[in-house]
């Protein structure tokens, strides 16, 4: 099982990232390779909702599940990932001060397997780096930028 995390400061209080970051609506915005992100149940928010996640790298399309597993409000929402795609995306969200929070993002995932999965051990690794630190950079960004307008506080 591959492990990477990743920790930064965003410009926002921990309430203000986690609301944003609980919005299914902006998923999109912000996770790497999402192309779509609709709930597939009655919740869309929580411990046990499920989400039908359409993923596109270049001409690549996947449709796989992705279910919150993990949830504590304004600490941590954790995804799960089935399909093609498997693992876990865990984001905590830690007070900082002054306005600030830090944003540490884990990413868990079962590597290639077999003798050509072995091969490109190193490829994944290193695919699976970069598009968590996407993810992380693009999410600090989007939540700095919704923490800046007036939308704060109307998307609950």
Same mark, same amino acid.
């Given at each position: &099982?591959?492990?990477?995390?990743?920790?930064?400061?965003?410009?926002?209080p921990?309430?203000?990232?986690? *609301?944003?970051?609980?919005?299914?609506l902006?998923v999109?915005? $912000? &996770?790497?390779?999402?192309?779509?992100?609709?709930?597939?149940? @009655?919740l /869309?928010?929580?411990?046990?909702?499920?989400? *039908?996640?359409?993923?596109? !790298?270049?001409? $690549?399309?996947?449709? &796989?599940t992705?279910e919150?597993?993990?949830?504590?409000?304004?600490?941590?929402i954790?995804?799960?990932?089935?399909?093609?795609?498997?693992?876990t995306?865990? !984001?905590?969200?830690?007070?900082l001060?002054?306005g600030r929070?830090v944003l =540490?993002? @884990?990413?868990?995932?079962c590597?290639?397997?077999?003798?050509?999965?072995?091969l490109?051990?190193?490829?994944? /690794?290193?695919?699976?780096?970069?598009?968590?630190?996407? *993810? @992380?950079?693009?999410?600090?960004?989007e939540?700095? @930028?919704?923490?800046? =307008?007036?939308?704060?506080?109307r998307?609950?």
């Amino acid at each position: &099982m591959g492990y990477i995390k990743y920790a930064s400061d965003v410009g926002a209080p921990v309430e203000v990232a986690f *609301t944003y970051t609980d919005n299914h609506l902006f998923v999109p915005d $912000w &996770m790497f390779a999402v192309a779509d992100f609709e709930p597939a149940g @009655e919740l /869309d928010s929580g411990i046990g909702a499920t989400f *039908t996640t359409t993923a596109r !790298l270049g001409l $690549w399309r996947s449709t &796989m599940t992705c279910e919150v597993t993990e949830y504590r409000r304004n600490v941590v929402i954790g995804y799960t990932l089935r399909g093609r795609l498997s693992g876990t995306l865990t !984001l905590r969200f830690d007070p900082l001060g002054y306005g600030r929070s830090v944003l =540490t993002s @884990e990413a868990r995932y079962c590597p290639p397997r077999g003798v050509l999965g072995r091969l490109c051990a190193g490829l994944v /690794d290193s695919a699976v780096k970069s598009a968590l630190r996407r *993810t @992380e950079s693009q999410l600090r960004r989007e939540i700095e @930028e919704f923490h800046g =307008t007036d939308l704060v506080g109307r998307i609950a």
